[in-house]
Structure formats: C-alpha cells, structure tokens
C-alpha cells in the first residue's frame, strides 16, 4: 500500500494523485489552502505534497494578533447563542476563534468572486493515493444542487450497527429532551446512501478538505456572523439542521498530518488550528 502523500522514484506524484489534481484544477474555480504567514515550514510540506494543484494560499488570522474581549466588543465573535450541542467547550480558544475567521473569510471572498466550486484546504492535509483515482467519479455524481462536500473528515467514516443503535436511542430520547440533540438533528446524525462514492453527510468533524458552492457560502457566512461555531462545528450544525445540501466522500481523499500519524514538525504547536 502507498503512503499518504506518496510520489513515484523520480518525485513526481502518482499517476492517481496527478490525475486528481489535474481534475481539480478544471473542475473547482478556486482552489485555497489556509495557513498561517509564519508557517513556513508548513507551507513547504503542502507545497511538496499538493505539487500539481493549481491553489492560493490564504493567510489565516493569527491566534497572536486576537483579544477576545475586543472581538466580543465589535461583535466579530459572540457564543452566547451558539447550541451546548455544537460546542468543544464553554468558550472557544483564540486559535479556534481564529481558525474560524479564516474559513469566514473564504466564504467572504466566494461571494465577492462569485465562485461556483472552492475547494478549501489546510496546510496539514495529506493526500491519499490510493483512494484518488476514484476523486473524479465522486465529484461527477454530486447532484446540481449540492452545497457542501466533505472529501476529508474525521468520524462516521463507517456506519456501524452500535452507531445505528446509538442513533435510534437518541431519537426515542430527543423528543424527551434527555439528549443534547434536536428530534430532527438525530435523524441526521450519520451519512445516508446516495450514490456509488457518496453519502448524505451526517455529523463528521475537521475542515482540512471540503468543497462548497457559491449558495453553500452564502448560508455559512451568515451563520458565522458573528463568529459562534469552530470551523468544523459550523458545517456540522446545517448539516443537522437540514440547512445546507451536503455530502461526504466514500472514500475519504484527504486526511491530515496528525489523524495521517505523520510529525508535524516544528511549525504545528503554533498552528491556529490547535491553538
């Protein structure tokens, strides 16, 4: 089996991740890797690993340049209203505040740019070779109303029977209110069928690879204002609410340097994503 990121003898990509890009690059009208200014060694390594894919880098919003107090005066974050459901903790880090911007950000620029396909990515991400050469037929089956596609996350990549087991328990107490999660938020709560290499997206965490639409930004942008969710919690919580039309890869494309067991190195301690 190839490792995540693998390239052929003579450094060129492999066949099935060259083939992926080169889809990508025709099929996506932006292609945006988030990552901070001052993670040069980070930035390096996604450039060797997505060498090929035609991205932008953009420079996210610095844990170190933020005061939480000041963002709640100017009413860029505010959690008072976020759902106990879709938090990490009670408040969130500056990194996560920051890592937020960053995703807000690009949906800023979507719809100043009137982008129909952006392909967002993290430094950290990592290919995987052997799951690409199926990217082009997955994206070709997304219906034309989809606005969200998962190509990377982190949960429920495989529905179990205890997961469905799981699932038909919240749903008898959900009505009850004897569990964090709306009646309607647990019918949702794992992938759905759909078609040969997609589902219905149910609850998956991680923003290192997803795709949206032009409206799929739209409706993430004016929940992130002010900022309430994580990143990955602000997808997961119109996914559940039935808000947005998204869908999750079978199989994952993308995973990242820490879930891939790779060492992030020296960069990855001040990385707005963990901060």
Known sequence: MSTPGARSGAGAPLPAVAGAFEFLNGWADRILVVSLTRATERRERARERLSGLDFHFLDAVDK???????????GIYDERKTPNAFRHRADMPLGHIGCSLSH???????????WRRTLVLEDDVVPLPDALELLPAALSQLPR???LCYLGYLGNAA???????????Y????????VRWRPCETLRLLPR???????RAGRHLCTHAYAVTLEGARKLLAAQTPVAFNADQLLAFLVL???VEAFVTQPAFFDQETLAGISPGRDAPASYIHG
């Open 145 to 147: 109303s989809w606005e």
């Open 104 to 114: 807000r950000a690009i949906y800023e620029l979507i719809l100043k740019n009137g």
């Open 64 to 74: 170190l340049g933020l005061d939480r107090e000041r963002l709640l005066r100017d």
């Open 171 to 178: 749903m008898a107490l959900a009505p009850l209110g004897l």
């Open 193 to 199: 069928p759909f078609s040969t290499n997609l589902r």
């Open 159 to 169: 529905v179990t029977t205890r997961a469905r087991l799981k699932q038909a328990l």
């Open 241 to 243: 609410r039935g808000q």
